[in-house]
């Protein structure tokens, strides 16, 4: 590639290549965080292949020319939220008998439960009731306080996938959720966060050890992404990598050690875990 087109800003990039690739298909970008040896970079995932990102992902990043493959680095959690938001009870096929709510329900998880993919979910010594609950989240690109509905999607910069794990005993007996939702790997997170999406109808599925045990596309949700985002910054300013788990769809069962726990987004990819007892 000639150091010119290396040194581009993606943006312009993505513009130029549009003179050869159909528009839309540019629009949608796969961006990963990764380990390579010593160093935790920024790439673009484009099939096996990792080109490398410099700057900030959320203003102007740029390709550096340089290239690894996907098999030779460790996929990392794409975003290091400072803020991680998710919304309850958003699927009427999760509610059950019950009725929606008027307004989104908000808990917050801590960005010490985030992991990536392949990493161990880990099953605390003490919980016995922990389930696996497969979402779409939403990750901020810019600064957002107090913005409408109609304005919202300005605000999103893409959706990756995520897995809001439960201590569903915890839920029930705790005063809040803090150790039901927030422990340490209770918010796996992956693997790449993709712009471009119609993130409004996306297939979100979830498998425990290969068998299928969720699957509904996001319109269904309750609480589309507008709505949640616009309601959150009423009461809470969102900053560039903060995310927000949208809601888990159907039923979900018990997690044991050893099992392997897969989420899929359509456009995304699969977000897998092992569930490992806590040494």
Not at 3 to 29: D, E, G, H, K, N
């Amino acid at each position: 590639m000639h150091r010119y087109v290396r040194s581009l800003p993606i943006a312009l990039f993505l513009v130029l290549a549009t003179m050869v690739i159909p528009a839309r298909a540019q629009q949608i970008v796969k961006y990963v965080r990764y380990a390579e040896g010593n160093s935790i970079r920024l790439g673009m995932l484009s099939g096996d292949t990792i080109r490398q990102v410099s700057g900030d992902l959320f203003a102007s990043p740029q390709l550096t020319g340089k290239t690894v493959l996907l098999s030779q680095a460790k996929l990392l959690a794409p975003v290091t939220p400072k803020k991680v938001i998710a919304v309850g009870l958003n699927y009427q096929t999760h509610l059950g008998e019950r009725s929606a709510a008027t307004y989104p329900g908000l808990f917050a998880k801590l960005p010490t439960s985030i992991i990536g993919t392949e990493a161990d979910i880990v099953y605390p010594s003490d919980a016995h009731n922990l389930h696996y609950e497969g979402e779409m989240v939403v990750v901020i690109g810019k600064r957002a306080s107090h913005v409408s509905e109609a304005d919202a999607k300005q605000y999103v910069f893409g959706v990756t996938v995520g897995n809001d794990v439960s201590e569903r005993d915890w839920q029930r007996s705790d005063l809040q959720w803090f150790r039901a939702k927030a422990s340490d790997t209770f918010g796996p997170l992956g693997p790449a966060v993709v712009t471009g999406l119609d993130y409004d109808d996306l297939l979100l599925e979830t498998r425990l050890n290969g068998e299928v045990v969720q699957s509904q596309r996001t319109r269904d949700l309750i609480f589309g992404v507008a709505v949640i985002v616009s309601y959150v910054s009423r009461y809470v300013t969102l900053e560039p990598g903060d995310i927000i788990y949208t809601g888990t769809p159907g039923t979900t069962k018990p997690m044991k050690p050893g099992d392997i726990v897969e989420v899929e987004l359509e456009g995304v990819g699969v977000l897998r875990n092992r569930v490992a007892a806590a040494q």
